[in-house]
Each structure stands twice: as structure tokens, then as C-alpha cells.
């Protein structure tokens, strides 16, 4: 990834947080690499992370591979599970700058349809 397209993620990003902070809810903040895929619920205050799942998870994902959609409805569906588990139903999305398509948007589409209010 070329340094100015990731610089322009990181400023995307920053709003977003900005925003979500105003707001004191928790957030499910998403992280993607090349090969890997990471969701997690964090505190309102930001202090700690309720719930976390990620495509490294092996009994998650089963041989499958970590970086395609199929992975990504796992990962969001297992989210939502440990967020409810954990006492938390409403979250704000943070996307860290990522465009709403693809992985990005099937992982919060599972969340949603596994009880999650984003």
C-alpha cells in the first residue's frame, strides 16, 4: 500500500473517531490486512476492549482462508455474539478509514443479522 493512500485512511479514520467519541458508545472498530481480518468492541471511554475476534482465530475460520467474505461473515456474526454475551447490543461502526464495500460491509451485515444494533 503506498504511503499517501494510507495516510489518506489514517485522516478518514481520525473523523470517525472524533465523531464516535462525542458520542460515549461503545465501538466496533475493524482492522484489515492483506491476509487477516480483526473486529473488536471497545469501551465508550476507550479504556478497554469488550469483545474481539479476528480471522487468526483457527476454530473460527476452519482451514478456510482469512481474508475473503465468507471469513468475514465468521468474523461478524462471532462479534456480535461476544458483544451480546458481554452485556453490549448498540455499537457506532468504525470502519478505520476503510471503504464500506466488500469484507468491510459483509463483516457489519452479519453483526446486524446476530442481534447487533450498529
Known amino acids: 500500500m503506498s504511503n499517501t493512500k494510507n495516510k489518506a ?3 478518514r479514520a481520525k473523523t470517525t473517531r472524533a465523531k464516535i467519541r462525542t458520542l460515549n458508545v461503545p465501538s466496533l472498530s475493524i482492522h484489515r490486512t492483506d491476509k487477516n481480518l480483526y473486529a473488536q468492541i471497545i469501551s465508550g471511554d476507550g479504556s478497554q ?3 474481539s475476534a479476528s480471522s487468526l482465530e483457527k476454530k473460527l475460520i ?5 481474508k475473503n467474505i465468507e471469513a468475514a ?3 461478524g456474526k462471532t462479534i456480535a ?3 451480546i454475551k458481554a452485556g453490549v447490543e448498540k ?6 478509514g476503510f471503504l464500506y464495500h466488500g469484507k468491510i460491509k459483509a463483516l457489519a ?3 446486524r443479522e446476530a442481534g447487533l444494533t450498529i
Not at 476452519?62 to 482469512?66: E, L, M, V
Not at 455499537?91 to 478505520?96: H, I, K, L, T, W
Request: proline content about 0%.
Open 9 to 11: 485512511r489514517l485522516r
Open 49 to 51: 476492549t469488550i469483545a
Open 62 to 66: 476452519d482451514g478456510k482462508s482469512g
Open 73 to 75: 461473515k465468521i468474523i
Open 81 to 83: 455474539e461476544r458483544a
Open 91 to 96: 455499537v457506532a461502526f468504525d470502519r478505520s
Open 109 to 111: 451485515e452479519a453483526a
